[in-house]
């Protein structure tokens, strides 16, 4: 197989986002089960792997072990990811996620069949928040739905946002906005609010 890099000249290993045609030539190029393709990936979203994974273990070689597990995982599982509404980012933190809290399940030990019942609940829950959520993402328009997981997903900046989408920064904070409120709308309507203190 020819080498991702040869394909992609100039975005393995670079700082810039790679282009939504880029990355769909990549991710297919990982389907067929091409290695190269696979470290490119590694390459791109292992730091924002490990940084997500860091923020829910609050311990680095943790979140490093997740990290090897999220790329050794991705080898049998990227044939599952269909570019649909969620951008690959944002489905490569999921895993993320999922990994972590299992993670941090087998390290907890289990108290009582009380404490079970209410984790259970509380994971039942967290799978309705999250189903939710994802419908609610795929209402959104593409630019909104961008917006919206490149800020709080992937933890971009405004002005980092505008470069990677060729827009200026106050429509960025315009599209986050707007974004933002029918995000919130499409999740009362599914009785998903977040709750707050």
């Known amino acids: 197989m020819t080498p991702v890099t040869s394909i992609e000249p100039g975005v393995c290993g670079s700082s810039e986002e790679p282009s939504k045609r880029q990355l769909s030539r990549v991710i297919a190029r990982a389907k067929q089960g091409d290695s190269s393709a696979i470290h490119w990936l590694y390459v791109q979203y292992g730091d924002n792997v490990y940084g997500y994974a860091r923020s829910i273990l609050h311990d680095e070689h943790e979140a490093e072990d997740i990290r090897q597990q999220v790329f050794t995982r991705l080898i ?112 009362k309507r599914l009785d998903a609010v977040p709750v707050t203190a």
């Open 76 to 187: 049998t599982s990227i044939g599952r990811y269909q570019e649909r509404s969620v951008p690959f980012s944002a489905w490569l933190l999921r895993v993320t996620h999922n990994l972590a809290i299992d993670h941090l399940r087998r390290r907890r030990p289990i108290l009582c069949d009380e404490a079970r019942a209410v984790e259970e609940r509380a994971e039942e829950r967290g799978h309705d928040l999250s189903d939710a959520l994802t419908e609610a993402l795929s209402e959104l328009p593409d630019i909104q739905r961008d917006v919206i997981v490149l800020r709080h997903v992937a933890g971009y900046s405004p002005s980092e946002i505008a470069a990677h989408l060729g827009k200026s920064e106050d429509s960025i904070h315009g599209l986050h906005h707007r974004g933002r409120r029918a995000l919130k709308q499409a999740l």
